[in-house]
């Protein structure tokens, strides 16, 4: 299982069931959405989406609920 950091905006790797809690971010195929890559290596273009936005939002969310992974 991949996770993102939410600290670092990393994806990090979990096998088996030895993985930390993290929340889920849901997903809607709209034209502001981010690709992989673009999560990977975002552009000031890329952080100006709204799929962008709703990602940094579910990481600061995460984060007050003191779950680092999403």
Known sequence: M???NTSTLEFEQFLGTD?????ILSHTWEAQEVTYDETINPTHNTRQKAGFKKIERCFCLARENKTSYV
Do not use: G, M, S
């Open 2 to 4: 991949r996770l993102i």
């Open 19 to 23: 993985r930390p809690r993290y929340a």
